[in-house]
């Protein structure tokens, strides 16, 4: 079975450790706003920053998305399994597999990738990929982008250097 990935990247003025230190410890709550393919979070349970952690992201109107986290390379990248997506991405794939990896620039702050290799359903790669993919990386561009300027705001950078 392949994979289907949606993969976005956005540039933050931070240093990598920085940068890693505030993804890491992001809040699927704020990072995830706003509309997409998944409803809106209402409560996070569980622990994260050590392999092995798991938290469950409790669904407005029912339903959990669980991650596991699976790898973590200090401030370089981490990766997590995602399990019970709801909706039409439930239905087209069984969970997917996402990872953030940091990489400094030669003119200062971190290239942040995110990527989500999706698992699709048996006969359902290409439904997902034309119906799908499209709402899932518009989804990840505007969450990366709440993402850096979350990591803008831990790092204490001022304005006029989050551009």
Known sequence: MSLVCVTVDQHAAADRRRAFDAVLGLDPVTVLAGPGPLPPIRRVDGTWGRVGDVRTLDL?????????LTEIDATREFAYDVTGLPGLTGRLVTGARGCWELHTTPHGGTEITWTLAFRPRPGRALAFRVLAA??????????LANAVAAVHERAG??????R
């Open 60 to 68: 407005a109107g029912g339903g959990a998305v669980v991650e596991r």
């Open 134 to 143: 499209p709402v899932w990386r518009r989804y990840l561009r505007r969450a």
């Open 157 to 162: 950078l001022p304005a006029s250097a989050r």
